[in-house]
């Protein structure tokens, strides 16, 4: 099965019937599955905290969301998911796409990578790394982890897991 | 009129609606005047009220109101073309705007100068914008809750505060009693 029927497979399975995303060269065909599929309303935001304020709604009206993003954008969203997501406890998946590691041609993506997990941890975010296509087996279970715990949830992936740009 | 007294006149007609009111003063204001169970106060993150609101809106069936301001709008003005493309028409947003930041001091905000929220709303797609007094608020928002089509409202009031003490409810119980309210009204 491709890894994108995967993913999207694992976010039904769980309930997750709301996706906000902000696009990535990676995550295009992840995006286009969430797009398409019946049970998910999928909701392009113009900026990730704007989609993180959708996210919180929607759980509050009862419909598990979710958000698909670049890691570039955890130096946009720190103080929404401090404020917001945290501080009202609200579970939040976020599958971001883990730019600047081994096979990225931009080298600009190289500076947010490196400070992309120290950020997660300085913020008490339960970070995954998906770094070969097997280890998104676990990806159900981190769905299913997320909504037991109320956090914030980080699923990195990188272009190793995404087979190379 | 000044906001809070445009919330004043407002809390009978929102009383048991469900509300997402902004960060700061407004939210302040409106939990000093009348606290209801169905309102949602934001503690912080500014810029996200109409974002929290709409993500609402389209996950359940129940009227919402979402009471922003001006300043708080432009911090998220990317918010407009995704209200306008996502239409969801149990979705109300009232921009007051006094052409300031009001919670920090009434700084003046670019919809006070050459701006106007109005036609932003308007250029970015949102079909339905009311564009009215301050004295004209509540039947403004009366009849958008009336309607069955999703409304933008920006209601011109002068800028200034009242004194108000601080929201010193959990965040989690603001949560949690705002979620039990929406699942009884969707019950």
């Given amino acids: 099965m491709d890894i994108n029927d995967k993913i999207i497979d694992a976010y039904v399975r769980n309930k997750v019937e709301f996706i906000t995303t902000v696009p990535c060269k990676q995550l295009g065909g992840v995006i286009e599955k969430a797009e398409a599929h019946p049970d998910i309303y999928h909701i392009p935001s113009n900026k990730e905290d704007e989609g993180m304020g959708l996210c919180a709604g929607a759980f509050m009206g009862g419909k598990r969301s979710s958000i698909i993003m670049q890691n570039t954008a955890i130096g946009v969203t720190i103080n929404t998911l401090v404020t917001l997501t945290q501080y009202y406890r609200m579970p939040l998946p976020m599958l971001i796409s883990y730019r600047g590691e081994l096979g990225e041609p931009v080298a600009c993506q190289a500076e947010m990578a490196v400070h992309t997990k120290a950020l997660l941890a300085q913020l008490n975010i339960p970070t995954y790394h998906f770094h070969k296509q097997a280890d998104a087996e676990e990806f159900d279970k981190i769905l299913q982890y997320t909504f037991m715990c109320n956090k914030p949830v980080a699923i990195l992936t990188d272009a190793s897991f995404w087979g190379g740009y | ?187």
């Fill in chain 2, 1 to 187: 009129m000044i906001r809070s007294d445009i919330l004043r006149e407002l809390a009978p007609t929102i009383k048991g609606t469900l509300t997402v009111m902004n960060i700061g003063l407004p939210s302040q204001e409106m939990h000093m005047i009348d606290d209801q169970p169905s309102n949602f106060y934001m503690l912080g993150t500014m810029g996200l009220a109409s974002s929290i609101g709409l993500g609402l809106a389209l996950a359940q069936k129940e009227k919402v109101l979402v009471v922003d301001g001006d300043g708080s709008v432009l911090t998220n003005l990317g918010t407009l073309p995704t209200i306008a493309n996502n239409v969801a028409d149990n979705y109300v947003l009232l921009i007051i705007d006094n052409g300031s930041y009001g919670s920090t001091g009434d700084q003046p905000t670019y919809a006070g100068g050459k701006t106007k929220l109005e036609e932003v709303a308007k250029a970015c797609g949102c079909e339905n914008v009311v564009t009215c007094k301050a004295e004209d608020t509540v039947q403004a928002v009366k009849d958008a809750l009336a309607g069955d089509k999703m409304t933008i409202i920006v209601a011109k009031c002068e800028s200034g505060n009242i004194k108000v003490p601080v929201i010193t409810m959990d965040p989690v119980v603001i949560r949690h009693r705002f979620m039990e309210t929406i699942k009884e009204r969707n019950a």
